[in-house]
């Protein structure tokens, strides 16, 4: 695994540059090269074809290709002749010229946000400029013992949200310590190693930016390899010294006359307790598998599991396999299990839209670590044209518009249109199956669920011989297999479920208790919200990494990008409790209320907020406490700092208790 940290000096001959330059994404390399020379006149209209950020290479042809690629060889020709010296990040207007063009302009308030993004490898401008100890010294706060920075912060979850959490305060040199109830990193990554588990979104943009791999093998890449980035970025940064593993976090409560948390643990050694003045949560949303409410799930007499639990002690080859869901995991190992199964029944309660994605299984061309590796700013900018929708683009198609009108078909011209796009990439597959067409060709409005990308294998595996989709509600589940309302009895030898995770149920399964012994979960009464998706009134110096309301869907980008923007947040509470001597931050009520309205109203002029298909991304009590409903940059915006007129905030005692 290669974290590049550095750029190489290019000194392959002209021949071999021209190879590599053959596996580049030619939208990134035509930005690259404009940067790269500073001749902007070659960005050219003719080149930025409509929706190219949506295409495989722009949905340019083979002689634009062409074009660009001899334009960045003799660009890159004069940077090899001058030494390979790479040239200084982008001035704004060299900024505003090349963004505006990718995305039609109109990018001056992405400035500052694509300055962050647009550096050389190994760069981190959201590293904190502070250390604890120069902030605790200045402020005059007194050492505690075993916290010699003033702060300390406890961490539960070694997954990518605290990972990082741990990263930052260690670069800020905040005292931390981790507690991750699994024998190791990962989070969700460790915990779902089901066939065909993979990600959904580019490997190349699923990364700490400061940390991004040259050398991913996939383009989609599959679990392990995820996983083995995670143990690799917590080795290389010495992470692992700070986790305690194996330790479940029981209960965690807020102690007023000591303004610290107290936190009830469960591992190795038993029960003990800890304290910590700052608590983050990074257990996420979906990290708890949901088990659907069937009458008789108990009496199934083969084996039976969660895909997130896969029991790889079971086998299936010559079985009759049955799997309830058809969700994003279901949809991944589906077609693993059809490989084996003797039979495979597939029980569906509402079909996903499929979004194309012809390289969804594909390797990524050894060239592309070259092209990391080597050319300045190329990594940067490939990140921005993956990263772009999630800026402007793909929300749009989301909105409902009331004058359209919205209906269960679509909620807006645009997503209309969306909807005759995708029907068309199944219809297409299903041209010889017409048939199979009314059961897996969804009647609620793109992105009311979540979108998939599909790469035909889903459909190919629903039309193979001793593959069975059953859309019939279920009625029960019996020693011998699945009863459906129809009163068909569906035998099968081994039951999984692929029914996804008790996603509104955030900290469970934890107690944690605030000023005046309030109980979160009794607060929250099964409808989570926090400030930002952050902080709760009530419950001071406690923070939710992928917390309420911060789940993308759709949009683009990346959850890392979400996780990165609430550690930022994070890091500047830390700061202002170090440098104003503070004992808390309690956000005020008020403010916490007036931000979930204005969330809420947005929600429901979202696909998933409008339509009344069930979905994951609603709770319970009807509201959607999951998506965040407006465009990455805005959760950017209002992270980059905290604003101490938010939060009700005591000054610390002058004591070392």
Same mark, same amino acid.
């Given at each position: 695994?290669?974290f590049?940290?550095?750029?190489?000096?290019?000194t392959?001959?002209?021949?071999a540059?021209? !190879?590599?330059?053959?596996?580049? *994404?030619?939208?990134?390399?035509?930005?690259?090269?404009?940067?790269?020379?500073g001749?902007?006149?070659?960005l050219?209209?003719?080149?930025?074809?409509?929706?190219?950020?949506f295409a495989p290479?722009?949905?340019?042809?083979?002689?634009q290709?062409?074009?660009v690629? *001899?334009?960045?060889?003799r660009?890159?020709?004069?940077?090899?002749?001058?030494g390979?010296v790479p040239p200084p990040?982008p001035?704004?207007?060299?900024l505003?010229?090349?963004?505006g063009?990718?995305?039609?302009?109109?990018?001056?308030?992405l400035?500052?946000?694509?300055?962050?993004e647009i550096?050389?490898p190994?760069e981190?401008?959201?590293?904190?400029g502070?250390? !604890?100890q120069?902030?605790t010294?200045?402020?005059?706060?007194?050492?505690?013992?075993g916290a010699?920075d003033?702060?300390?912060?406890?961490?539960i979850?070694?997954?990518?949200?605290?990972?990082?959490?741990?990263?930052?305060l260690?670069?800020?040199?905040?005292?931390f310590?981790?507690y991750?109830?699994?024998?190791?990193?990962?989070?969700?990554?460790l915990?779902?190693?089901y066939? #065909?588990?993979?990600?959904?979104?580019?490997?190349?943009l699923?990364?700490y930016?400061?940390?991004?791999r040259?050398?991913w093998p996939d383009?989609?890449?599959?679990?392990?390899?995820?996983?083995?980035?995670?143990?690799e970025?917590?080795?290389?940064?010495?992470?692992y010294e700070?986790i305690r593993?194996d330790? &479940?976090?029981?209960?965690?409560?807020?102690d *007023? &006359?000591? +303004?610290?948390? &107290?936190?009830?643990?469960?591992?190795p050694?038993?029960?003990?307790?800890?304290?910590?003045?700052v608590?983050?949560?990074?257990?996420g949303q979906?990290?708890?598998?949901?088990?659907?409410?069937?009458p008789?799930?108990?009496?199934?007499s083969?084996?039976a599991?969660h895909?997130?639990?896969?029991d790889?002690?079971?086998?299936l080859?010559?079985?009759?396999?049955?799997?309830?869901?058809?969700?994003?995991?279901?949809?991944?190992?589906?077609?693993?299990?059809?490989?084996t !199964?003797g *039979?495979?029944?597939?029980?569906?309660?509402t079909p996903?839209?499929?979004?194309?994605?012809?390289?969804y299984?594909?390797a990524v061309?050894? +060239?592309?670590?070259?092209?990391?590796?080597?050319i300045?700013?190329?990594?940067?900018?490939h990140?921005?044209w993956?990263?772009?929708?999630g800026?402007?683009?793909?929300?749009?198609?989301?909105?409902v518009?009331?004058?359209y009108?919205?209906?269960e078909r679509?909620?807006?011209?645009?997503n209309?249109?969306?909807?005759?796009?995708?029907t068309?990439?199944?219809?297409?597959?299903l041209?010889d199956?017409?048939?199979?067409l009314?059961?897996?060709l969804?009647?609620y409005p793109?992105g009311?669920?979540?979108?998939?990308?599909?790469?035909g294998?889903?459909?190919?595996t629903?039309?193979r011989?001793?593959? +069975?989709l059953i859309?019939e509600?279920?009625s029960?589940?019996t020693?011998?297999?699945v009863?459906?309302?129809?009163g068909?009895?569906?035998e099968?030898?081994?039951?999984i479920?692929?029914t996804?995770?008790?996603?509104s149920?955030?900290?469970?399964?934890?107690?944690?208790?605030g000023?005046g012994?309030?109980?979160?979960?009794a607060?929250?009464? #099964?409808?989570?919200?926090?400030y930002?998706?952050?902080t709760v009134p009530?419950?001071p110096?406690?923070?939710c990494?992928y917390?309420?309301?911060t789940?993308?869907s759709g949009?683009?980008?990346?959850?890392?990008?979400?996780? &990165?923007?609430?550690?930022?947040y994070l890091l500047? !509470?830390?700061?202002?409790?170090?440098?104003?001597g503070r004992? +808390?931050?309690?956000?005020?009520?008020?403010?916490?209320?007036?931000?979930?309205?204005w969330?809420d109203r947005?929600?429901?002029?979202?696909?998933?907020?409008?339509?009344?298909?069930?979905?994951w991304?609603?709770?319970d009590?009807g509201?959607?406490?999951?998506?965040?409903?407006?465009t990455?940059?805005?959760?950017?915006?209002?992270?980059r700092r905290?604003?101490?007129?938010?939060?009700?905030?005591?000054?610390?005692?002058q004591?070392?208790h």
């Amino acid at each position: 695994m290669s974290f590049h940290a550095s750029l190489r000096p290019i000194t392959v001959d002209d021949d071999a540059l021209r !190879a590599h330059l053959e596996s580049a *994404e030619v939208p990134a390399l035509l930005m690259t090269v404009a940067h790269l020379s500073g001749d902007l006149s070659v960005l050219r209209e003719d080149l930025r074809t409509a929706g190219w950020l949506f295409a495989p290479q722009g949905g340019l042809s083979a002689e634009q290709q062409a074009a660009v690629r *001899e334009a960045a060889f003799r660009a890159l020709v004069r940077y090899r002749q001058a030494g390979s010296v790479p040239p200084p990040p982008p001035d704004r207007e060299t900024l505003r010229r090349i963004s505006g063009w990718a995305m039609g302009g109109g990018t001056e308030d992405l400035l500052p946000l694509l300055a962050e993004e647009i550096v050389l490898p190994g760069e981190d401008p959201r590293a904190p400029g502070w250390r !604890a100890q120069d902030l605790t010294a200045r402020a005059g706060t007194p050492r505690r013992s075993g916290a010699p920075d003033g702060v300390r912060v406890s961490v539960i979850g070694a997954g990518m949200s605290g990972l990082l959490a741990g990263y930052r305060l260690g670069q800020a040199g905040v005292p931390f310590t981790i507690y991750e109830k699994n024998a190791d990193v990962g989070g969700t990554w460790l915990e779902n190693q089901y066939p #065909g588990c993979r990600v959904d979104v580019p490997s190349h943009l699923y990364s700490y930016p400061f940390a991004n791999r040259s050398d991913w093998p996939d383009y989609f890449c599959t679990q392990d390899q995820l996983l083995q980035y995670f143990q690799e970025f917590a080795k290389v940064h010495g992470l692992y010294e700070h986790i305690r593993f194996d330790t &479940e976090v029981g209960a965690a409560h807020w102690d *007023e &006359e000591r +303004s610290s948390w &107290e936190l009830r643990l469960r591992g190795p050694d038993g029960a003990r307790t800890v304290r910590s003045e700052v608590l983050v949560s990074a257990v996420g949303q979906l990290n708890r598998p949901r088990l659907p409410d069937i009458p008789g799930r108990e009496r199934f007499s083969g084996p039976a599991f969660h895909s997130a639990r896969w029991d790889h002690g079971v086998a299936l080859a010559g079985r009759r396999v049955a799997v309830v869901g058809t969700g994003a995991s279901a949809y991944q190992f589906i077609p693993e299990v059809a490989r084996t !199964a003797g *039979e495979l029944t597939v029980f569906q309660r509402t079909p996903p839209w499929l979004r194309p994605t012809p390289h969804y299984h594909d390797a990524v061309p050894r +060239s592309t670590a070259w092209l990391y590796e080597h050319i300045p700013y190329y990594a940067a900018w490939h990140r921005f044209w993956l990263f772009a929708p999630g800026l402007r683009g793909v929300l749009e198609g989301w909105v409902v518009d009331r004058d359209y009108p919205p209906t269960e078909r679509a909620v807006s011209g645009t997503n209309d249109a969306l909807r005759a796009t995708l029907t068309r990439h199944m219809e297409a597959q299903l041209s010889d199956a017409p048939e199979l067409l009314p059961k897996v060709l969804p009647d609620y409005p793109v992105g009311a669920k979540r979108v998939l990308r599909d790469n035909g294998i889903w459909l190919r595996t629903l039309r193979r011989d001793h593959v +069975s989709l059953i859309t019939e509600d279920i009625s029960e589940i019996t020693e011998k297999g699945v009863r459906t309302a129809d009163g068909a009895l569906h035998e099968a030898d081994v039951l999984i479920y692929g029914t996804g995770f008790t996603a509104s149920s955030f900290l469970a399964p934890m107690r944690i208790t605030g000023i005046g012994g309030i109980d979160l979960h009794a607060l929250w009464d #099964g409808d989570a919200r926090a400030y930002l998706g952050l902080t709760v009134p009530g419950f001071p110096n406690l923070f939710c990494l992928y917390g309420p309301n911060t789940n993308l869907s759709g949009q683009g980008g990346s959850i890392f990008y979400f996780s &990165e923007c609430g550690v930022t947040y994070l890091l500047d !509470a830390v700061r202002l409790l170090l440098e104003t001597g503070r004992r +808390s931050l309690n956000v005020k009520k008020d403010v916490h209320d007036a931000y979930n309205a204005w969330v809420d109203r947005a929600n429901t002029e979202r696909a998933w907020g409008w339509s009344g298909v069930s979905s994951w991304f609603t709770n319970d009590k009807g509201r959607t406490a999951q998506n965040w409903p407006f465009t990455a940059q805005e959760y950017w915006r209002r992270t980059r700092r905290v604003d101490p007129s938010d939060y009700e905030a005591p000054t610390r005692r002058q004591d070392s208790h």
